[in-house]
């Protein structure tokens, strides 16, 4: 199906470059990877979108580790970045530093498009320079936009994106396309879903709910609780990176794709979702972090924002084809987990 097994990847030779490793997601990854034995160095901006002592903890516990370098620089910035790759000579590279934010992407577009588009760029290009074995990028579930079909499958149309910061990541994979057209550069974006766990960012959904909670505040509940959406636990997330970094796509032989594959036809090029594969209500959600609490939430019931969608909900087969791997913890797991880590963090 137009895919290579990277039996070349010998964790302790392989050196892989990972952007946004002060980050949540990046943060996980490069522990994971770390852990296996590769040779890690992260490129992060530390930016103030959210709490970078938070960040800070991340990259220090990162440091512990004996492979594990990290340069702080901005990927706007593309003498540093560009020096950074040539000097570190990745065999692989891990995109995920983003701009992120649905709801801030409407109240200030212009930084999405600075470091989501100029910067993916930046990425894009020294990945084709440097010839690597692999790029793998993060997009989002968001790009699926007004879509009403459900389960969100790959290969379905996705032109419709409701906010800037969906319509940066669409960029970012038609970007990526091009390039893995023009330069045989084998390239693999993953669509995130709602994705939650211990040393989550603190504007996302649960980190704001449990902190409201054990402050006596009130939680802001949008469209009445009627949400729906496929929570994906970190340690999930990662492991189907992980598997991922070895389902190397191969241009396909006289443009033939497989049913179900997202392969392009013309390029090593394909999208894969990363998701639970289960829709959950939001007041389902909430009720999980209220039993985990041993505390209810004084809850604040709100229309539905502007650029948000009712439903996500992740079609997972194409991940198990590739992979033999499904995300598969349950929420309420997810959640008290979460709760655990939150209390020693914050010491509340």
């Given at each position: 199906m137009g895919t290579k097994t990277n039996r070349g990847l010998q964790p302790a030779t392989t050196?892989?470059?990972?952007?946004?490793?002060?980050g949540f997601i990046g943060f996980h990854l490069a522990r994971k990877l770390l852990a296996e034995g590769f040779i890690v160095h992260g490129y992060d901006g530390l930016i103030d979108y959210y709490d970078v002592a938070l960040k800070r903890r991340r990259h220090q516990m990162l440091a512990d580790a004996p492979y594990f370098t990290a340069t702080e620089g901005m990927l706007e910035?593309?003498?540093l970045f560009d020096a950074t790759v040539d000097d570190f000579a990745p065999d692989v590279i891990v995109h995920l530093a983003a701009q992120a934010g649905v709801r801030y992407s409407i109240e200030n577009p212009r930084c999405?498009?600075?470091?989501?588009?100029?910067?993916?760029?930046?990425?894009?290009?020294?990945?084709?320079?440097?010839?690597?074995?692999?790029?793998?990028?993060a997009s989002t579930s968001s790009v699926y936009g007004a879509n009403t079909r459900m389960p969100y499958c790959e290969t379905d149309k996705a032109d419709a994106q409701l906010t800037i910061y969906?319509?940066?990541?669409?960029?970012?994979?038609a970007m990526a396309h091009s390039y893995a057209h023009l330069w045989d550069l084998p390239t693999t974006m993953f669509r995130f879903f709602t994705v939650y766990g211990p040393w989550g960012r603190p504007d996302m959904a649960l980190f704001k709910f449990v902190d409201a909670i054990l402050d006596d505040r009130?939680?802001?509940?949008?469209?009445?609780?009627?949400?729906?959406?496929?929570?994906?636990?970190?340690d999930d997330l990662v492991n189907g990176i992980r598997l991922l970094l070895d389902a190397v796509p191969e241009?396909?032989?006289?443009g033939i794709v497989s049913d179900g594959d997202s392969l392009s036809p013309v390029a090593p090029f394909r999208i894969v979702n990363i998701g639970n594969s289960d829709k959950v209500r939001l007041l389902d959600f909430i009720e999980a972090i209220e039993t985990?609490?041993?505390?209810?939430?004084n809850r604040q019931y709100m229309e539905m924002q502007q650029g948000d969608v009712p439903a996500t909900w992740a079609d997972g087969s194409l991940l198990r084809r590739l992979t033999g791997y499904r995300p598969q913890t349950d929420f309420r797991e997810g959640v008290g987990r979460f709760v655990a880590?939150?209390?020693?963090?914050s010491g509340k």
């Amino acid at each position: 199906m137009g895919t290579k097994t990277n039996r070349g990847l010998q964790p302790a030779t392989t050196r892989v470059l990972i952007t946004g490793t002060a980050g949540f997601i990046g943060f996980h990854l490069a522990r994971k990877l770390l852990a296996e034995g590769f040779i890690v160095h992260g490129y992060d901006g530390l930016i103030d979108y959210y709490d970078v002592a938070l960040k800070r903890r991340r990259h220090q516990m990162l440091a512990d580790a004996p492979y594990f370098t990290a340069t702080e620089g901005m990927l706007e910035d593309q003498l540093l970045f560009d020096a950074t790759v040539d000097d570190f000579a990745p065999d692989v590279i891990v995109h995920l530093a983003a701009q992120a934010g649905v709801r801030y992407s409407i109240e200030n577009p212009r930084c999405y498009i600075e470091s989501n588009v100029v910067g993916t760029f930046n990425v894009i290009e020294a990945a084709r320079r440097q010839q690597v074995t692999h790029l793998l990028m993060a997009s989002t579930s968001s790009v699926y936009g007004a879509n009403t079909r459900m389960p969100y499958c790959e290969t379905d149309k996705a032109d419709a994106q409701l906010t800037i910061y969906a319509a940066s990541k669409k960029a970012n994979e038609a970007m990526a396309h091009s390039y893995a057209h023009l330069w045989d550069l084998p390239t693999t974006m993953f669509r995130f879903f709602t994705v939650y766990g211990p040393w989550g960012r603190p504007d996302m959904a649960l980190f704001k709910f449990v902190d409201a909670i054990l402050d006596d505040r009130p939680i802001d509940i949008y469209n009445h609780g009627e949400m729906y959406r496929d929570f994906t636990y970190i340690d999930d997330l990662v492991n189907g990176i992980r598997l991922l970094l070895d389902a190397v796509p191969e241009r396909p032989v006289d443009g033939i794709v497989s049913d179900g594959d997202s392969l392009s036809p013309v390029a090593p090029f394909r999208i894969v979702n990363i998701g639970n594969s289960d829709k959950v209500r939001l007041l389902d959600f909430i009720e999980a972090i209220e039993t985990s609490l041993g505390k209810r939430a004084n809850r604040q019931y709100m229309e539905m924002q502007q650029g948000d969608v009712p439903a996500t909900w992740a079609d997972g087969s194409l991940l198990r084809r590739l992979t033999g791997y499904r995300p598969q913890t349950d929420f309420r797991e997810g959640v008290g987990r979460f709760v655990a880590w939150y209390r020693e963090y914050s010491g509340k």
